[in-house]
């Protein structure tokens, strides 16, 4: 948890960038750094899991975009899944959910 200060810095940034952008389009590039080092210092800098589980689409087929997006903004309450709701708009959450979901964020075939 040292290198949080400096996340949340870096979500910092994205979140001013997003306020000159428009809510329904976040900065794609910001959002695709942020889930690869955010989210992968705990799911994996290719997401296929560390001290959270692994989020490639066939991890999440049982869940859909909208149950993510709930995971996402809310995190899992008494575990190291932290809620993002105050960090991340709603649109930013959604798009992160359907990358999720669709596996655009990383190139992982399972040969990797
Ligand atoms: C501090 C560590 C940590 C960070 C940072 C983190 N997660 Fe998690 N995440 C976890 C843990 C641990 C779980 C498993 C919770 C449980 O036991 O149900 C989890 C669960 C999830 C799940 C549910 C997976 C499933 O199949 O049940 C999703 C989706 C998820 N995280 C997305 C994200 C996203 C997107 C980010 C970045 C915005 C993120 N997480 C950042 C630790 C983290």
């Given at each position: 948890?040292?290198?949080?200060?400096?996340?949340?810095?870096?979500?910092?940034?994205?979140?001013?960038?997003?306020?000159?952008?428009?809510?329904?389009?976040?900065?794609e590039s910001g959002l695709r750094e942020l889930v690869l080092?955010?989210?992968?210092?705990?799911?994996?800098?290719?997401?296929?899991?560390?001290?959270?589980?692994a989020l490639r689409p066939s991890d999440l087929e049982n869940?859909?975009?909208?149950?993510?997006?709930?995971?996402?903004?809310s995190g899992v309450p008494e575990t190291a899944m932290p809620?993002?709701?105050?960090?991340?708009?709603?649109?930013?959450?959604?798009?992160?959910?359907?990358?999720?979901?669709?596996?655009?964020?990383?190139?992982?075939?399972?040969?990797?």
């Amino acid at each position: 948890m040292i290198r949080w200060k400096r996340r949340l810095a870096i979500i910092a940034m994205i979140g001013v960038g997003s306020l000159h952008g428009h809510a329904e389009q976040p900065s794609e590039s910001g959002l695709r750094e942020l889930v690869l080092q955010d989210c992968g210092s705990c799911h994996g800098m290719t997401l296929k899991g560390g001290l959270g589980p692994a989020l490639r689409p066939s991890d999440l087929e049982n869940r859909s975009v909208e149950a993510v997006a709930a995971i996402i903004r809310s995190g899992v309450p008494e575990t190291a899944m932290p809620p993002w709701k105050d960090l991340l708009s709603d649109g930013e959450i959604r798009w992160i959910s359907e990358a999720l979901k669709s596996g655009s964020l990383v190139n992982n075939d399972d040969s990797r």
